[in-house]
């Protein structure tokens, strides 16, 4: 739903992306393409925590903050 540009270091970044290499797919899970194809899908085996104000008309997050990732069970 976007991209996320705060709450997080660098540190943090390489480590969550250790994690999401470890599940990435070539296959998209959207129905509808996405505008910028520069994107890495993953298996859903992480939930990442958002705080976010508002939703745009296009669907996608405003003023949004990293708050945590956790693996789902």
Not at 32 to 52: D, G, N, S
């Given at each position: 739903?976007?991209k996320?540009?705060?709450?997080?270091?660098?540190?943090?970044?390489?480590?969550i992306?250790?994690?999401?290499?470890?599940?990435?797919t070539?296959?998209?899970?959207?129905?509808?393409?996405?505008?910028?194809?520069?994107?890495?899908?993953?298996?859903?085996?992480?939930?990442?925590?958002?705080?976010?104000?508002?939703?745009?008309?296009?669907?996608?997050?405003?003023?949004?903050?990293?708050?945590?990732?956790?693996?789902?069970?």
């Amino acid at each position: 739903m976007g991209k996320v540009g705060t709450g997080w270091s660098r540190i943090a970044a390489g480590k969550i992306r250790k994690q999401l290499d470890t599940v990435a797919t070539a296959k998209s899970p959207l129905t509808k393409p996405l505008r910028k194809p520069k994107a890495t899908w993953v298996e859903q085996f992480f939930a990442a925590e958002v705080e976010y104000r508002d939703i745009t008309s296009e669907g996608l997050l405003r003023q949004s903050s990293f708050k945590g990732l956790t693996k789902m069970t």
